[in-house]
């Protein structure tokens, strides 16, 4: 039996499509969404406002139509130790570095372990000009099976976070 080669050429073409779709739609897309330093402050009477930095918050985003599993995340510093990155869950900061992102799905999570002997729970920190010096740049690594993906906050992306948070302070201190 010959197959006619408008059905054979349109097989083609419906195989083509198929790969396509799997290697640019049907896959996992993630991005991290944003970086940004824990930062806590405390008032004491007409004094000013004492900031320190405990940890790295960041949100991630699956973009793609595919679930991430055992995906890892990792905080770089220029003058410190990387820091693993765990997930939250209602506020809560889990135990377990891994965690799966769903497509559409999206997590937070945080580096505040042995950040400057400070507990998970960020209650010690750096202060602004130690963390200045030592913290930027501030890179953060998302590996998910064989793929990594990357972001960078540079040192005038973390003194513009910083000094907008110490301006909102001081407006509302």
Known sequence: MMIDLTIA?????????????????DRVIIYIKSIVPGISGVKE??????????GIQVEVLNKGKR???NCEGLVTFKKMDSLTLYPTEKGNVLGEAKFNLHAGERKNLVAARKFSGAGIDGSAG???GEFLEKAPP???VIYYGEKKIRKRLSEKD???ILRRNEEDAHMYG
């Not at 419906?14 to 739609?25: A, C, E, M, S």
């Not at 007409?46 to 405990?54: F, P, R, T, V």
């Open 9 to 25: 050429s349109f097989l083609v073409s419906l195989l083509g499509f198929v790969g396509l779709y799997n290697l640019y739609v």
């Open 45 to 54: 009477g007409d004094k000013e406002w004492k900031h320190s930095i405990s």
């Open 67 to 69: 679930d991430a599993q």
């Open 126 to 128: 750096l202060e602004m």
């Open 138 to 140: 501030i890179e953060v």
């Open 158 to 160: 973390v003194e513009k």
